[in-house]
Every structure is written in C-alpha cells, then in structure tokens.
C-alpha cells in the first residue's frame, strides 16, 4: 500500500510536477506509444525477415570458403573458453548480482537468438555448446582457479596475445592450413579483424607519438605534433582512399600489402593520432612532481614512464581511449565505400541481390542493432575496468 | 588551442613545400611485370564482380563471365593454369588507380577504349584490342512510357561515377538541349537501387549492361531498353602503358582467341588440332599459330604453345561470347558487331606471322 | 668523474634527435623517390594543367552555376560550395539540436531526461555512415510521388524532393516553390541527427560543470528555470562547451565527406569523379587533403576567437 503511494508520489514528482511538465509528459507518451507501436507494427506484419536467414553466413563471413569454416567455429570455441575462464579468474567462485545477470543475458541470447534467426539446427547446436563452454568456464575457473600456483595464473594475461596472434594464423591459413586470401574475408569477421588490428597496433603507436608530443626534443616534438595533426586535419575517407589508391606509387612494385592489409594500417595510423591526443590529455593531467619525485629516487627515464608516468596517465586516459576504440569500431564500415567487403560492404552487395530488392530498412535495422551492441558493450568494459582501477587505487593508498 | 592554430599553419605550409619538392627527376622505371607475374605463380585481375555475364560470383565463391574468362585465357597462356589467378573487385572510380599502382596486372572491367585513358598524358593505359563492341543506352521503367531519350529533358537521371556514361550522358543532353539531373553512385548497386526506388526516371550505362542487370530484376518485362543508342562503347582490357612487352602478351593472346574462332578451333578439338598440326608439315599457318614451329610465343616472352593452353582453358572467342552472354547464357545477347568479320562482324585478328 | 657518453645529459637528447631526424628523412626521401619513379613511369608526373580541361560531366546540383564544358576546377570549387553549404547549415542544426537535448538532460521532467539520455546512446553507438545510408534508402527515397505526397502546412515531401513554401501539382509535379533535393535533405538529416548525438554530450557535461550554488542562487533571486538557464548557467557552461565544441564542429566537417554515399556532390564525390576522369590521383588527393586542412584551420580559428570572447575577462 506504502510502496504504491509511494510510486504514484514518485511518479508525479517526476513527470506532472508542474501544469507544463504534465502537457510535456503527455505528448511525448503519445509520441513514444505511437512510435513503438508502428515499429513493433512493422517488424512483425511487414518486414520480411528471409534476407537475414537466408543471408546469415554471407554476413557473418563473406565469402570465406565453405570448407574451410570449421576453422573460426574453432576460433570462436577457443575465444569463449579464455573469455569464460578469464572472467572466472578474475571474479572468483562468487557469482555477484552483475555476474548473473550477464549469465542470464548470455545464456538468453545462446539460446534464444540462433533459433530466432532461423539458422539450420547443427548451427544452433553450435552455438549452444559455445554457450556452454563460456558459462561452464567461468564456473570451473571461479571454483578451481584460486587454487592453480600463482606461477600459473600469472601466465593469464599472456593468453589473450598468444590467441590473438594464433586467431590470426586460423582466419588467413598457413603452417599446413589451406591459405585464406583476405580479399575472400568478409562481412563481421573482416570488420571484427580490421578493428581489433587496428585496436591493438594503435596502442602503442598513439603512446609514442604521445610522449614524442610531451617531449622537450624539440625535433621529436615536432615530427609528432606535425603527424597528429595531419591525420586530424584529414577526413578518414580521403586517407583510405589515399592508401588505396596512392600508397601503391609510394612503394616499390609489388611491395604494397594487400588492399584488406592497407586499409586496416591506415585505420591503425588513422586512429593513432586520436590515441595519442586522449594519452596526452592523460599525462597532461598528471601533476609535475611525479616526474620531478621519480628522478629524485633515481629511476631512469625509461624506468620512471614504465612505472610511474604511464600508469596513471594510461589510467586517467582510459575512457577517452576507449571512447576512441567505439569510434574506430564505427569507422569500419567505411571500408565499405572503397570497396571491401566489410559487414555494411556485404550488406549492400546482399541488397543488390534483386531476390532481396528494396529490404533495406531489415538489412540496415540488424546492422545498426549489431554496432550497438558492440559499442555499447565496449562502453559498459570500459566503465567497469575504469572502475575496478580506481578501487584498486583507492585499496593501495594508505 | 592557440598553439594548435600555429602548428597547423605550419603544417599547411609544409604541404606546399611538399608540392614543389616532388615535380621533377626523369628516371624511369623498367617494371618487368611479366616476371613479376611469373614469379609470383599468380595474375591478378581485376573485374567488376557483380555483373552476370560479365563477372559475377558463384555461390561457391569461383568468379565466372566473359570478362573472367579474358582473365583466365591470359593467365593460362602465361603460367599455364587458368586457376592461378586472383580477382579484385574494383569500382568505376578505383580501377584505374589500380592498375596504374601497380595493385591489379590486367583491368578485365568492361572498361571503355578512349583517346584519354589510352594516351600518356591522360590515363597511361594501354589497351588490348576490343573485346565487346558495345553501345551506351538507357532503360526506364515501363509504366513512365517514356519512348526516348527526349522524353527524359529535365528528369533525374542514375549514372554510376566514373565512367564514359556520365561523359557520354553530359554530351548527349547538351547536344539536345535537354536540362537534366545526373544523380552520381559510387557503385552500381547504390545506382540500381536508386532507380528501382523510383529516384531517377531513368539509368543509363552501356546496353549489354543493362541487359544484363535487367534480367536480374524481379520482374523484367517492367524495364524496357530506349531505342537510342547514344555513344560507342568498345570495351577492352587494359594494362600499364610502362611495360609494352606486358602488354603484347596480352594483346596477342586476345588475338589468339579471335583466330582460333576464325581457323575453326575450339576448346574441344584443339588437341585433335594439335595432332593434325604435328602430323602435317605442310600446315605451316596452323603450325605457327598453335607453336608448333616458329617461335612466336618466346617472342612474346610466352611458352611456344600458350594458344593452345588458352584454348584449352576457355575455348575460342566465340565459345566464350556464347557460353557468357550470347545463346548459352540468360544474357542471350545478339553477336551482332562482335561477329567474325568473316560473318560480317568486327572481330578481327591481324595475322600470326 | 667520468661519465660514460650514453649517460651525458647533453649528448644524449641530440643523439636521440639526429637518429629520428634521419630516420624521418630517409623515410621520406625513399617513399618521394619511390612516388616520382613510379609516376614516371606510369606517365603521370605532378602537373596542375589538367585543372584548366574542360570537366565534361554535370553535377547533379549546385550552388555555383556549373555545366559540362567549364573547367574541373570549377567543378571541384562547385564540390566546395557544397559541402560548405552542407557543412553550415548541419552546423547550425546540430548546434540547436544538441542544445535543446542536452539542456533537456537536466529537466525537472523525468521522461524528458530519460528520453535525452537514450537519443543519445543510440545514436553515438551506431556509425555515422549506416544512419546516411538509412536516412536516404530507407527513409527519402520511400517518399510517395505525386498527388500522393506528404503534404504538411509549408513543406511538401515527394520523391522529387523536399518542397519549401507553398508548391503547386501541375501535371502531377510539384512547382513554384524551393526545392531541396532528397540527397542533400538525407546528408542534413544525418549529420544533424549524428553530431546532434555528440553536441548534446557536450553541452550536458558543460552544464554539469556549473557549480550547483549556481541554480540555488539563481532560484533565491527568484528567476524561474527558463531564465536560470538561458542568463546564467548557460554562460558560465560556455567556458567549457566552446573548446569542446571545437573538435565537434570539425569532425561534422570532416564527416560530410561521407555524402558520397547518399549521392550528394559534394567536394570528396566531384574529386573522385575528377580522379578518375583524368587519372591524376596523386594531385586530387593533395587538394582534398588541403581543403579540408584549411577548412579544420578555418573553423579553429574562428572558434579560438569565440573562445577568447566566453572566457572569463579578469579584470
């Protein structure tokens, strides 16, 4: 009885707490139901969803063989199982509320979305066990884990590269596995490829041209200050455009990587001069008397970045970096515009097709939900890892 | 921010520097694509990728077309596979970047033979000969009814960006007097797609073309073809100007498949030929021209026999017309200029001599 | 005492320099040699006279008149106007928009904030270029023709365009009135929608910054929240909103060259068409390069001095 008075009071403070905020609330419910109901109006009677089904393995892959799949459904097995075990680690045997809601949404999605979508029942299986293999991970490692030597689990965040590099070998071949061109990735695991490329590279690159812009070289400054820049003052299309069309006269015959390659260097060096900027901002923050503390305790220059500057300007810069790994993310799909085959790229060829004419708003609709989810998940990472840091910080300060 | 003002007029300034630094030097360069080529065991082409008939790709993931089999004629001629090539899926507006940086070896493209794009001052290209000799039309929808290209003046227009269409398009209205809207795609999908929403009254491009898109359309008794023919179209593949024995090699192998339509030889009795060749001595032409004796292929810097390891692959040229996009095809284009000129066409290859 | 040399002071930093500036150089000086080799020999050698040749294609719409036989840089010039014509008014657009949502964030109606929170999560989470694409595909270019058109008071929407004022049917085409096309409306509507997103971000945490003793004061000297906001939050929240605003407005800048995927000719979409109607690669990527340089320059400048002018004036 309370609670619902106290809902109704809660309700009218918020929403009819004066004549005009009443007449605001009303006309935008009328504006939101009508909106929803002709969304939800049109998905379910309207909107033809066959181009998704039909379509499924062409957006996700492109035109990487057939025969040759088993090897990203084993990537993918092999991602889940460190994501799993990893998440395990770190959180322990407990599962916390925010543990099992993420249980419960992965769990939903395992389950729910591959039957959705319509895929063949060995697919959904597929994905099932895949489902299986993150959750049980977590629950072995939360259970087991803190009883592995500490030897061990040190050795954890070495997996993360290793699998990143040995992901590599499985999408593109070699060492015995049949060769997958990159002109033949396609759809999201090009553009999963190309960001995470050109998220990894850039790291270190945007941390350079940062400290090189800090500097008191004069000569260093200005290369850095001149390249970051350059890259800003350019939109990112004329700069793939250039390496797509230019970088080829810059470089002896044949010595030019391939198209897939080019672009995914020069969303590197793209986003590079966006990271060292966000870097910047988090040295510029750091007080003075860091550096001035760290040579009175006699740290080399080398020694006083390692563990004194870097750490916490990498820190207070964390969100802005992450911020830039969204955009980077969302500036794949202009890989589309100069002709590769990304997620938006195989999306419109998949529109050309006539059996499929005129499905556009499905195609964009499933496209733009996908990006959310990728960005909005990047977004949720950064805050919590942020965070974690700052509670880190707080436990080490006396 | 100030600061960030000065460096940029800085770096504004350095850019121009940049231009005049690098105006000069008369060095050049001796590209040997063909042992590139060679050495690398792989021809890179490039195609449109989304044009039936002309290339397009299997659900399997294999390229096929006439443009394709241009590709696979060469690279079975050079390296004696015509498996061994890759192909690059290139707009109008990258193509020719693409071959002049070097990134693709052959343009297989349903590209337009013009003064400009052949001459050094202009493009750079050098072209092969003609391998479809085709016309710029215009379709419309059939409900607009309208009958020609006058009945377009001051409508909206769909022309992909970068090609002749859009010159050929410019030349043609002006000469009529016809005030019109070019609506400008990057690709021919975002074109096609602007059309069938009803964007453009009409779209124009070379008449195989659309007759090749045109049986795509869900339904395409609602499309029709203007009578007019508004430019000619002879496409042709195309290579760098830098390298003329690059260029020769392909040229002659093109050749090679215009003739063999001539002397009758296909891909099923080219062995049978082969054997007549060998056998009879007194065959000097046919001996010549399947390498049996002389030694026009290493002239060209080819293996002696490499018509035959073209025909072998793809068959003569009009095998290929037929099987892409004439009578074996759902193009069921006409020969019509692309005839032998034996049977009245345009399709002429000089002698193997 | 001796110092060994890769512990002195002074030596070190110039080593270190000497080794990047010749690293830098060489660089550079194998990457240009390469260029003009490779040009050479594909018969392309900087040259600048091409810009005087008649252009030979139209342009779908322009400021500037524009025809066939006028040269290309005068088509690229009619590029130009575009995209600042387009650029200027997304500008003010997005300003407004993002203004309005991110002032709307501290509403004393919950809806309305809650609405204001998730416009701009959508948005900012989805790229710019998939909302063009939905924008014109999706929405403009569904747009009935005819007798059938969206008529509201002063705007007709039809597929032939958005028409301005009051538009006339004669023969079943809409006449007599400003037309905007449905290529250059899509781009607007996007670029608005999408730097909207990030404006609002920004005014919202330029606001936040406003010490709360502001609004309580404000309140106690009896000025309602209308006037709160608009004479005294609002100004002090510039100081921080203006620097923001700065990268915003050249990034919108540098996102309308994404208008070559809604078929608007803008500068990038005339250059390409340049390129590839003359091969010169090199040259045209060298003037879009220093054309969107200048107008980063130019829009920098400009907000340096509305910068100075917000700043507090210490006297």
Known sequence: MNRARALTNRLRRELFATPLDGLITVVLLIGLVSGLKALLHWSLTQADWAVIQANSTLLAVGRYPLNQQWRLWLLTALLSGAAGISWGLLRGAGWPRSDRLAAAVLLVLGLVLPAGLGLAAPLQQRWWWLTALLLVGRWAAGRWGCELPPRWRRLLPLTWPVLYLSGLGLIGGGLGLMTVRPSQWGGLLLTLTEASFAIVVCCPLGIALALGRCSELPLLRWCSTLYIEFIRGAPLITLLFLGQNILGFLLPGGLAPDRVWRAAWILTFFAAAYVAEAVRAGLAALPRGQWEAARSLGLNMVQTLQHVVLPQALRAALPAIVGQFITLLQDTTLLSLIGLLDLLGVARAVMANPEFLGRNAEVYLVLAILFWCCCAALGVGSRSLERHLNRQVLRSQP | MARRQRYLNTLAGLCGLALVGCANDEDTLQSQKLALIKGRGELICGVQGTLPGFSSVERDGTYVGFDVDICRAVAAAMLGDPDKVQYRDLNPSERFAALASGEVDLLSRNTTYTLSRDAAGGNGLSFAPVVFFDGQGLMVPRASGISNIKGLSGKPICVETGTTSELNLADRMRALQAPYTPLKFQTSDQTYAAYLQGRCAAVTTDRSQLAAKRTGLPNPDDHVLLPDVISKEPLAPATVNADPLWSDAVRWTIYALMQAEELGITQANVEAKVAEARANPNLADLRRFLGVEGDFGKQLGLSPDFVVKALRAVGNYGEIFERNVGSGSLLRLERGLNRSWKAGGLIYAPPFR | ?315
């Open chain 3, 1 to 315: 005492m001796h110092t060994p040399w890769w512990r002195n002071r002074r030596l070190l930093p110039l080593l270190v320099q000497a080794t990047v500036g010749l690293v830098v150089l060489v660089t550079i000086a194998y990457l240009l040699g390469n260029l003009v080799r490779n040009l050479s020999a594909a018969g392309l050698l900087l040259s600048w006279r091409w810009l005087n040749l008649p252009a030979g294609f139209d342009i779908s719409e322009s400021l500037l008149p524009f025809n066939a036989e006028l040269p290309y840089w005068r088509a690229l010039l009619a590029g130009l106007v575009n995209t600042v014509r387009v650029v200027l008014i997304a500008l003010v657009g997005a300003t407004l928009l993002g203004t309005a949502v991110g002032t709307a964030a501290f509403s004393s109606n919950g809806l309305l904030r809650r609405l204001s929170r998730t416009y701009v999560e959508l948005i900012r989470n989805v790229p710019l270029l998939l909302q063009l694409l939905f924008w014109y595909f999706v929405v403009f270019l569904s747009l009935p023709d005819g007798s059938a058109a969206i008529q509201l008071p002063w705007v007709v929407l039809a597929k032939s365009g958005l028409h301005l004022g009051s538009p006339q049917l004669v023969n079943g085409v809409w006449q007599g009135s400003l037309r905007i096309t449905l290529e250059f409306a899509a781009l607007l509507t996007g670029l608005i929608i999408h730097s909207g997103a990030f404006i609002a971000e920004v005014v919202r945490g330029g606001v936040a910054a406003v010490p709360p003793g502001q609004w309580e004061a404000a309140r106690s000297l009896g000025l309602h929240a209308g006037q709160t906001l608009s004479r005294i939050v609002l100004p002090q929240a510039l100081r921080v909103i203006v620097p923001a605003l700065n990268s915003q407005y050249i990034s919108l800048a540098k996102n309308s060259s994404l208008a070559v995927a809604c078929g608007y000719s803008d500068l990038y979409s005339v250059a390409e068409t340049t390129l590839n109607q003359t091969g010169r690669s090199v040259e045209v990527v060298l003037i879009l390069l220093g054309t969107y340089l200048a107008m980063d320059l130019v829009i920098s400048g400009l907000m340096n001095r509305l910068n100075r002018l917000v700043q507090i004036q210490e006297r």
